[in-house]
């Protein structure tokens, strides 16, 4: 049921700064990763993937990067826009198996 | 490309009735469909994985009888609520992937049900 009390991580950055959201995933084995962006009210938007094979990709102002030895994932915005204001998700898949989310970071971008 | 759709994407019933809720992949065939629920502020938690043709799998703790699915066509996936409750009101989504296993999923824009 709904966990009352529970809030998300939130991460405060002034706009035109860049944004580091960082994700612990739980599975060593874990060999495909996802970022998504969710607004208020809507479902999740696929912003830039990874696989294990790799340690850094980058896209449209974001950049995704996985340290396997610490089971570490972060997401970078650069120039971050009230626009990017949302909650950020990071989803591991391990062999083509059902996604496992993380609890997620809000992103709130000061003016 | 690789757009679902989900309707409705808000809802209202009273407590004993029945609420279906409609995904569709608009632009691929989806073999596999994923249903989701979200609580406020929390996660996205697995239901379900819907499949084309066979039986529904559900996760532990989904009751199957309640949260009926139904995947008649490679394009349409729909969840009954049934018999819905207050506590069953929350956010539902649903996800396919365009390419198979280990692709990105792409999400529906969720169903706000509220019951009363």
């Known amino acids: 049921g709904e966990n009352v009390g529970l809030h998300l991580p939130t991460l405060s950055v002034q706009e035109g700064d860049n944004s580091i959201i960082n994700c612990a995933y739980s599975n060593s084995a874990s060999d495909y990763f996802i970022w998504y962006k969710q607004e208020s009210g809507k479902g999740p938007q696929f912003i830039i993937d990874i696989r294990s094979n790799m340690d850094k990709r980058q896209g449209q102002r974001v950049t995704v990067l996985l340290n396997k030895t610490v089971k570490h994932l972060s997401l970078q915005i650069a120039a971050t826009q009230p626009g990017d204001s949302a909650v950020y998700f990071c989803?591991?898949?391990?062999?083509?198996?059902?996604?496992?989310f993380g609890p997620g970071t809000r992103l709130s971008v000061l003016p | 490309g690789a757009v679902v759709s989900q309707h409705p994407s808000w809802v209202i019933c009273k407590s004993g009735t029945s609420v279906k809720i409609e995904c569709r992949s608009l632009d691929f065939q989806a073999t596999t469909m994923f249903w989701y629920r979200q609580f406020p502020k929390q996660s996205l938690m697995l239901m379900a994985t819907s499949n084309e043709g066979s039986k529904a799998t559900y996760e532990q703790g989904v009751e199957k009888d309640k949260f009926l699915i139904n995947h008649a066509s490679l394009t349409l996936s729909t969840l009954t609520v049934t018999s819905a409750h207050p506590e069953d009101s929350s956010f539902y989504i649903c996800s396919a992937s365009a390419q198979g296993a280990s692709s990105p999923l792409h999400f529906g824009n969720g169903t706000r049900l509220t019951v009363t």
């Open positions: 989803a591991e898949n391990i062999m083509g198996q059902n996604f496992v």
